[in-house]
């Protein structure tokens, strides 16, 4: 059973970097895409970006200035950075498992709070 | 304000018959699959259905998924209470851009 979680810094200062880091463990991260998304406090999904395990990226048009999603095979993980945080990027974000031939996640880690606050 | 638009809100009784639509355009629901995520209060999303109306492993038969042009419709029969949750409906859009809906908030009366 594949699972996903993540880890980072829960509270990032305004102007700052948002890093986060997902590690998957029960499977391999070769062979599929795999996503980041992100949910405000009471609000709805977002997605933004993924990155397929050899290295391509396609990231959120909105976002894209301020994205870096990268990975690592030899340590089954990949990454997120977030620069120029305001609190509008306070949410929980999620590192999911994408499908490789339909646009869909299948699998979730359970996702970690990260405010921006001074 | 999402580009896949949902009711905020919806409601049921225990067996009731409901359907959540969700509303997208040519370059979003009318040319790619739509996928359905179910959220309950408190943890990540599970996906319900895919390609339009595929049921993963371990969903009931209960929840069905359709496309009609450029709207989709997720169906849950014989309601249940823990049917209560959060619904997305999720799809690509040829502008490189993943959407969601705003989310369907489902009660059970």
């Known amino acids: ?118 | 304000q999402s580009v896949l638009t949902q009711p905020p809100s919806m409601s049921g009784t225990p067996g009731q018959w409901v359907t959540i639509s969700c509303s997208g355009s040519s370059s979003n629901i009318g040319t790619n699959t739509v996928n359905w995520y179910q959220q309950l209060p408190g943890t990540a999303p599970k996906l319900l259905i895919y390609g339009n109306n595929q049921r993963p492993s371990g969903v009931p038969d209960r929840f069905s998924g359709s496309k009609s042009g450029t709207s989709a419709s997720l169906a849950i029969s014989g309601l249940q209470s823990e049917d209560e949750a959060d619904y997305y409906c999720a799809a690509w859009d040829d502008n490189l851009n993943g959407l969601f809906g705003g989310g369907t908030k489902l009660t059970v009366l």
């Open chain 1, 1 to 118: 059973q594949v699972q996903l979680q993540e880890s980072g810094p829960g509270l990032v200062r305004p102007s700052g970097t948002l890093s986060l880091t997902c590690t998957v463990s029960g499977g391999s991260i070769n062979n599929y895409y795999w996503s980041w998304i992100r949910q405000p406090p009471g609000k709805g999904l977002e997605w933004i970006g993924y990155i397929h395990y050899s290295g391509s990226t396609t990231y959120k048009p909105s976002l894209k200035s301020r994205i870096i999603i990268s990975v690592d095979t030899s340590k089954n993980q990949f990454s997120l950075r977030l620069s120029s945080v305001t609190a509008a990027d306070t949410a929980v974000y999620y590192c999911v498992r994408q499908g490789v031939q339909v646009w869909m996640f299948d699998y979730w880690g359970q996702g970690t709070l990260v405010t921006v606050s001074s």
